[in-house]
Structure formats: structure tokens, C-alpha cells
Nanobody, 117 residues
Framework: QVQLVESGGGLVQPGGSLRLSCATSGNNIRFSLMAWYRQAPGQQRDLVASLIHGGETKYADSVKGRFTISGDVSRKTLYLQMNSLKAKDTAVYYC???????????WGQGTQVTVSS
């Protein structure tokens, strides 16, 4: 079984920074991709950034230039450096890992990020 655990969330003022981390237990499953999602109250869960095995990264337009995803998909570790945070970034942030076959997405329990003065 695979468990993903996020950490690093908290309360930060607008313009501040936070670094989220995701650690994975369970070595018998390989991920082909890992990603960060976020979900604000009453909203759907949205993709924030992804990291593909091999190093390619993708970002939602709303975070480009402010957030940086990093990690090692083969080691199932993931990070999200969030700079210039805005109130609209407030959400629960989830780490996910995707196994290619059978196609399976694994989720962490989420970590709350609140941007407020």
C-alpha cells in the first residue's frame, strides 16, 4: 500500500512564501507522475503543478512564475515552493502520485494553506 503525507502548510501573509513537502511510504509501486492539486472551499479540486518522471514540469496559468515544483518521481518525493502568495491561493493542497498501469492515482490527506493579513 502507498501513503502520501503532505507537510508545510500554514498561515502566511499576502506576498509571503511557503514550501510544501510530500513524502511517500510503500516501495512496491512506481509512479510515472506526481502532482500538486488544491481545493478551495466550495470549489473543485484543481491541478496546480505536475512533475513527470524525467523532470518535465507543468504549471497552471494562475501560479506560473510564482510556484516551483520539484522532487524525484522515482523516489516518490515532491515539493512545492510557493512565493508571492495571494489570498486566492488559500486552499487545501494535495499531493498525488500516478501509477501508469493499472492506472491508479494515490492521494495524500491534504495540508491547509491560508493566505491572509
Amino acid at each position: 500500500q502507498v501513503q502520501l503525507v503532505e507537510s508545510g502548510g500554514g498561515l502566511v501573509q499576502p506576498g509571503g512564501s511557503l514550501r510544501l513537502s510530500c513524502a511517500t511510504s510503500g516501495n512496491n509501486i512506481r509512479f510515472s507522475l506526481m502532482a500538486w492539486y488544491r481545493q478551495a472551499p466550495g470549489q473543485q479540486r484543481d491541478l496546480v503543478a505536475s512533475l513527470i518522471h524525467g523532470g518535465e514540469t507543468k504549471y497552471a496559468d494562475s501560479v506560473k512564475g510564482r510556484f516551483t515544483i520539484s522532487g524525484d518521481v522515482s523516489r516518490k518525493t515532491l515539493y512545492l515552493q510557493m512565493n508571492s502568495l495571494k489570498a486566492k491561493d488559500t486552499a487545501v493542497y494535495y499531493c498525488s502520485g500516478v501509477r501508469a498501469w493499472p492506472i491508479t492515482t494515490y492521494w495524500g490527506q491534504g495540508t491547509q494553506v491560508t493566505v491572509s493579513s
